[in-house]
């Protein structure tokens, strides 16, 4: 693709960035078969190829964002399943986030549409903040009619299940036998609250494989949440706060860091090249990148896994599956441990959670998420399993089969007890 960007604007290092994206586009719209919005309303402004369009006239003419553009911008999942097939190696995930950026330095939102914004910001990355609102939610649930706007499908989320009270201080867990390898493991804002049997699941499974695991409960926010709300600021703050706790630990010697919610792992692995240009920050975003591993990839060969007789439906996580490339390997790692796992059709197509999407786009989330059950239905699982606990949400609130992390039931092949889901 030709661009016009003028010597002034190339001084920024990250108009350079989007220009290379933008010349590496050659307009061939393989990405339109992939993209989950243009699937469903047909419309190219909101593919792929319509958004680098509308991107690069934004950027080339200096222009802000407009009332006419930022709802296509908005409606894009992230999902990046059109990085994932683009034969040109397209760095869309890079170029969108350029855009997030400029809409919220540029674009000023409705004030329902700015408030809820902050309030998710606000609330997510805060552990102990977040626990409260959802109690609250809970008790607003029966009463959710009366809920105004999109507070209504914020409720709706919210879990039936008992919300864990964050832990304060760092804990270590020795290994079972042999330490092979020093490991962290980052707990997760949101999933260390609704989510903690998978944290406790995955220290179980690595204590079991040679793994003595640090956990840092005084690590901040990945910075994810507000990462994909175009929240530079505040995300790059958050961004350092992390690097920062984690950098004692790394100088003691650190094999990985070990991170069972994809989203943040596909967030933190690119750490490198968000701070490249950061003379404080460089190496160390470097090596963070480079440590920061998701649970498959830790975990190796599984010995002596006697997994009940159970049919398990795997959800490709699109942060896990685009994001970082891994597809086959967790279900290598269930069929290993004697589960019968199947796939459902359109594996690359978004559940329509995406980070907070499903909050600010609920009415194209229940699409995708009606689609997505629909094909897993066809599989006829006991169990469907995945590796990120926003599609674990998501999907719960759509189908009456247990959904389950993965690593959940890799720990009860392996002597671990039974997901509570299962019960």
């Keep these: 693709m030709k661009t016009d960007f003028s010597i ?6 990250a108009i350079q960035e989007a220009e290379r994206v933008l010349r590496a586009c050659v307009h061939c719209g393989f990405c339109l078969s992939s993209c989950p919005t243009y699937t469903l309303l047909g419309d190219e402004l909101d593919s792929p190829r319509g958004r680098i369009y509308l991107i690069k006239e934004m950027l080339e003419n200096d222009q802000p964002a407009t009332k006419d553009v930022v709802p296509h911008i908005d409606k894009c999942l992230s999902c990046l399943a059109c990085q994932s097939i683009c034969p040109s190696n397209v760095n869309y995930m890079h170029l969108i986030d350029h855009a997030r950026v400029h809409v919220e330095d540029t674009y000023q939102r409705p004030l329902g549409d700015r408030l809820i914004r902050r ?3 606000w609330l997510m990355p805060r552990p102990g903040l977040f626990r409260w609102a959802l109690l609250g939610a809970k008790l607003a649930r029966p009463f959710k009619g009366l809920t105004p706007g999109r507070l209504k499908q914020i409720v709706a989320l919210a879990p039936a299940g008992l919300l864990t009270k964050p832990e304060s201080r760092n804990r270590t867990y020795p290994v079972e036998g042999e330490t092979q390898r020093r490991v962290g493991l980052l707990p997760g804002c949101v999933q260390q609250v609704i989510g903690a049997e998978i944290n406790e699941a995955t220290i179980r499974l690595l ?6 695991v640090v956990v840092l409960n005084d690590a901040y926010c990945c910075g994810s949440i507000t990462h994909h709300m175009g929240q530079e ?16 630990e790394i100088d003691k010697g650190l094999d990985a860091i070990v991170i069972n919610a994809s989203g943040c792992g596909t967030t933190m692995k690119d750490y490198g090249y968000m701070f490249a240009e950061d003379p404080a920050y460089a190496d160390r975003a470097a090596q963070i990148s480079e440590l920061s591993k998701d649970i498959s990839e830790v975990v190796g060969a599984l010995e002596e896994a006697h997994s009940p007789d159970l049919k398990v439906t795997y959800h490709s996580a699109c942060s896990l599956r685009n994001g970082q490339g891994i597809e086959g390997t967790p279900m290598a790692l269930l069929r290993q441990a004697g589960f019968d796992v199947s796939e459902p059709k359109e ?11 499903n909050m600010l786009q609920s ?14 239905d066809r599989t ?14 998501q999907l719960r609130t759509g189908t009456d089969v247990p959904v389950v992390h993965t690593v959940e039931l890799l720990d009860w092949a392996t002597g671990g007890p039974k997901p509570e889901a299962l019960n």
Excluded: F
């Design 119 to 121: 309030l998710l910001a």
């Design 233 to 248: 600021d505040d995300t790059k703050q958050r961004m350092r706060a992390n690097m920062d706790a984690w950098g004692a």
């Design 363 to 376: 009415e194209i989330a229940g699409a995708l998420l009606d689609r997505k059950i629909a094909n897993i």
């Design 207 to 212: 204590t079991r494989v040679g793994c003595e």
């Design 8 to 13: 002034v604007q190339l001084a920024d290092p």
């Design 380 to 393: 006829a699982p006991q169990v469907i399993a995945t590796g990120n606990i926003g599609c674990i949400t």
């Design 347 to 357: 594996p690359h197509m978004c559940c329509g959670s995406a980070g907070t999407y």
